[in-house]
Each structure stands twice: as C-alpha cells, then as structure tokens.
C-alpha cells in the first residue's frame, strides 16, 4: 500500500503542515510586536529628554551616531528612523493601544499612516481596516490616497438598507457600500458601454474585489436566472460572506434612472426564491451609475421592497491624443512589472 496516498496521511501532512504556518505566523508577529514595542519605548525617552532638558532635534543625530557606533550592523536606527519613533511615540502616548493594536501591523504601514494621515481619528480608522483586511503596504496607499476613508464614511449615502434589512446586518451593509467607487485600473473611452465596463471588471476581478471590500467572492457576470420560461441575466453576482448574502451589482454608463430600482428589485426577488437558502440574509443589490441625483435615487427607493444602495463611479480618463504613443499602455506597464 502507498502510504503517500492514504486518507489519513494525507489529513496528518495537512495539519503538521497548518501547524508550521500557525507558528511561523505568531513567531512574525511576536517579533513585530516587539519591534513596535521598542521603537515606541525609544520614541518615548527621546520625547520626554527633549521635554525636560528642552533639548532641540539635534540631540536625535547624537543619538543616531551614539547607536551606530556602537551596534555598527545593527539596521532600523537610522537618524530619519528615530525621528519617526519620537513622532509614533508623540502621536501615541497609551502603551496599551500600541501593544494590542497597532503591534498588529509592520513599522511600514505604521510610519506610512504617520505620514499621509495627518487626522488621528482617521488614521486609527485606516489601522483598524489594514488589520481586518490584511493590506500590503502598496495597498494601504492606494487605499488612503483613493479616500477610502470618507468614500466609505459618507454619511449621506443613497440606499434603504437601514429600513429594509434587520440589526445588526442593516448597519454592516450600509458601511460595505461605498460611494463612489474608484475603478481607476479602467481607462474610459468615448463610446464605453455597460457591458465594456463590465468585462474589464471581470478580467481585473482581483483589482474590483479589493475596490468592493472585504468578504466579497466572486459568483460571475451576466449571470442567467430563468424567471417564467424568460431568461434574465444580472451584471454582476457576488457573495458577501461577512453579510453572508448575495448582491447583485447593476452598472449604468449613464446619469441614474428610476426604472433601473425596479428592475433591480425584480432580480432580487429573483435572487432571494432561485438561490437564496436558509442560512443566507436577504440579498441586497447596488446600482453604480456614472451620475446621480440624489433626491431623484432617495425617491425611487422609498417604496422599494428589497434592500438596494445607489453609488456613482468613477474611471480613470481616457489619455489625452497627444501623448498617446509616448506613454505606455496599462498593458505594457503590468506586463513590464
């Protein structure tokens, strides 16, 4: 008998092997956790002598040589690295959040919010969503400088959620919507159309799942349900899976209408009797339009009976014509990468 082939060794190679990964991730973050730890403490010592003896910035390039002299091989300590300790322990002064929360996250992300977020709130906001999440450092960027932040906190946004969905599911769905929403890895062009837009999102669906947010699996596009002998297709399906419910997304290249929510509560309605089971909220679907009225979209969801938001969007415009050709194409750029 082959035993690389047995049921039960194969399960026991499985959990050695998820037991190593479980360790070298506690082991990475531990070693995190006291690196953030230490900055903050040598942050902290260089803020409070500079406090007391009234000491000027001059005294972190002592410093910098001091520890360089005597830990030649020793990396992190140079004179811009301390600044930014002396200005984490500055922005932060409870050890307690530094060790439970922010340890979560590399020096890299934390010195990157210290410099592209000056708002604390807000920072704390984007510290919180990086661990939830798990971006990379490049996407934390892309997530700050594409305004994540007020994108997703806009007080004002267009959907029924609240009324047509129970606590707490209610609340989570209106924070997932977001608008409006940056495809910016699409370049528009004049005679850009539904469907166009939709197949550039498919083909960058790794892209347009980060743009939605966390939970968010894929199902497909143009996906049919047979409703009376008719064929209907939606635009995009996905599965949220911290809503645990579907959602349909509708996209029109055009300013918003109010036929477009009735069309879209039909395909819910559809959505909740052919896929919905017992384990799944009720599905919410969102309209992206590339212009709304406000009142005009607030009207149109009054009455509706299923749970839909209405968000705008937004592309990356279309190069000017005369620096086509001396630019390279997205194409060219990623293929270079």
Not at 125 to 145: A, C, D, F, M, P
């Amino acid at each position: 008998m082959n035993i690389e082939k047995n049921n039960l060794y194969i399960n026991l190679i499985k959990e050695i092997k998820e037991q190593i990964r479980s360790s070298q991730q506690k082991a990475i973050l531990s070693v995190n956790k006291e690196l953030l730890i230490l900055y903050w403490n040598i942050g902290r010592v260089i803020l409070e002598a500079q406090e007391r003896q009234g000491w000027g910035a001059k005294i972190i390039d002592n410093i910098a040589k001091e520890i360089k002299n005597e830990f030649p091989e020793l990396k992190g300590f140079s004179l811009r690295n301390l600044k930014y300790m002396r200005k984490f322990a500055e922005e932060y002064n409870d050890f307690q959040f530094v060790q439970e929360v922010l340890a979560q996250i590399t020096w890299y992300h934390n010195i990157t919010l210290l410099d592209k977020v000056k708002d604390k709130d807000k920072r704390i906001w984007y510290v919180r969503k990086n661990i939830e999440n798990g971006w990379s450092r490049n996407t934390l960027v892309h997530q700050i400088e594409s305004n994540l932040y007020d994108r997703q906190n806009n007080e004002i946004k267009t959907a029924n959620f609240i009324d047509k969905l129970e606590a707490p599911n209610n609340k989570l769905a209106l924070d997932t919507l977001k608008d409006p929403y940056i495809f910016d890895f699409i370049t528009m062009t004049e005679d850009m159309n539904e469907r166009d837009i939709e197949n550039q999102l498919v083909k960058k669906v790794t892209k347009l799942l980060l743009e939605l947010g966390s939970g968010f699996a894929f199902i497909g596009n143009q996906y049919k349900l047979e409703v009376g002998g008719d064929d209907y297709y939606l635009d995009l399906l996905f599965y949220n899976l911290r809503l645990r419910c579907y959602v349909v997304i509708e996209l029109k290249t055009g300013k918003f209408k109010p036929e477009y929510a009735g069309k879209l509560n039909f395909y819910l309605s559809a959505v909740d009797d052919i896929l919905k089971t017992e384990i799944d909220n009720p599905s919410i679907g969102i309209i992206l339009c590339k212009e709304k009225n406000r009142l005009v979209a607030e009207y149109s969801l009054k009455d509706m009976t299923k749970p839909i938001g209405v968000s705008e969007y937004k592309l990356l415009e279309k190069i000017p014509e005369e620096l086509k050709g001396t630019l390279p194409s997205i194409e060219e750029i990623e293929g270079t990468l």
